[in-house]
């Protein structure tokens, strides 16, 4: 008798999977449990319920002024070979 108790202590400590039980998703969590996609926050939320911006917090994209650069945006899938004198001066 105490063996068959064992046993089934056994199975049921062997059923558990506790790499599963540590994920927590929003369909295994409460109802008001919200993940979010990994985004950084651009501002704070007011008391009353509005939303206010920081502007410290927002992207600042740094552009360089391409009106003199000669090579353009697109690139070919199917370039053609140029003959230049440098690269034949590096091949020698």
């Known amino acids: 008798m105490p063996l068959g108790l ?3 202590l056994g ?3 062997r059923r558990k999977r506790t790499a599963s039980l540590d ?3 929003p369909k295994r969590a409460p109802r008001n449990f919200y993940k979010g996609k990994n985004c950084k926050p651009t501002g704070f939320h007011t008391r009353k319920g ?3 911006v920081v502007q410290d917090k ?3 994209y740094v552009v ?3 009106a003199d ?3 353009k945006p697109y690139v070919s899938q199917c370039p053609k070979e140029v003959k230049t ?3 034949a001066e590096s091949t020698k």
């Open 11 to 13: 199975r049921a400590f």
């Open 64 to 66: 360089p002024d391409l």
């Open 6 to 8: 064992i046993m089934g």
């Open 23 to 25: 994920i927590l998703s």
């Open 50 to 52: 509005g939303y206010v």
């Open 85 to 87: 004198a440098e690269s």
């Open 69 to 71: 650069f000669k090579l």
């Open 58 to 60: 927002l992207p600042n």
